[in-house]
């Protein structure tokens, strides 16, 4: 009976984001578990990042750690920090054990981000490996990932998190699975969280990718950004009425 809620609540979730969410948040929070705890991690995002943040940090309190921070992760950057802050002190260094130092440091600055901002717009789900990781390591990840969700670009950087490149995806099947990352990776500009993201327009042309990774003041990888999300959230143009007006 429960597996058959489960498979339910996921079609749910699926059909609906937003209506999953609204419906989950009226019951109790150990009844949002028994429904989603033991679904897949794009499901339990999808609906915890329309969820109000004090009900979603609730649920994801009780998640297992590492379900937890995998989770947390994968939410969008605001909904993230929300629920950051409605974490006790203690569980956000149980989190902070287990998180990026990167990571944890996007989400107490998240909200000093503007508006505008690259900040406001980037994304923390993405595939990164090390320098010394093999070609066929990095491929059997992917291989084990949805295909809705495989990457435009991988990203490589040192053991310190810093971003040394990138690889794009439909690249790997020329290099030989034992040659590691860092010797077949190509070079990216980066952008950062304060840019504005009418700066960074012209970076995607640039680079001809869809796909461009955040970093620090010190080139710590922390997000990556989608030009889909720069073209949302990019103000409308005027119409020549409305500049007439003005």
């Not at 595939?127 to 969700?149: F, I, Q």
């Not at 034992?178 to 042309?205: I, R, W, Y």
Request: glycine share 2%.
């Amino acid at each position: 009976m429960h597996a058959l809620a489960s498979v339910i609540t996921e079609k749910f979730i699926a059909a609906s984001h937003k209506e999953a969410a609204m419906a989950l948040a009226g019951l109790a929070t150990h009844e949002v578990l028994l429904l989603i705890g033991s679904l897949k991690a794009q499901s339990i995002v999808a609906v915890l990042n329309f969820m109000d943040p004090p009900k979603a940090a609730a649920v994801l309190r009780r998640l297992p750690l590492k379900q937890a921070s995998y989770v947390l992760t994968r939410l969008e950057v605001a909904q993230a920090a929300k629920l950051w802050k409605e974490f006790s002190a203690p569980y956000q260094e149980r989190l902070s054990s287990v998180l990026e130092p990167a990571f944890v440091n996007v989400l107490k600055t998240a909200s000093a981000y503007a508006a505008d901002s690259v900040g406001r717009a980037m994304h923390t789900d993405f595939v990164a490996v090390r320098t010394e990781t093999k070609v066929g390591e990095l491929v059997n990840r992917l291989k084990n990932m949805p295909r809705k969700k495989l990457p435009a670009v991988c990203f490589v950087t040192a053991k310190d998190g810093t971003l040394k490149g990138t690889i794009r995806t439909v690249e790997l099947a020329f290099f030989n699975d034992q040659a590691v990352c860092g010797s077949v990776m190509n070079k990216m500009c980066a952008v950062h969280p304060q840019d504005s993201l009418a700066e960074v327009q012209s970076v995607f042309t640039q680079e001809e990718t869809t796909l461009l990774p955040v970093v620090d003041a010190d080139d710590i990888l922390l997000a990556v950004l989608e030009k889909e999300s720069v073209l949302t959230s990019a103000p409308a143009k005027k119409t020549l009425w409305e500049k007439l007006t003005q």
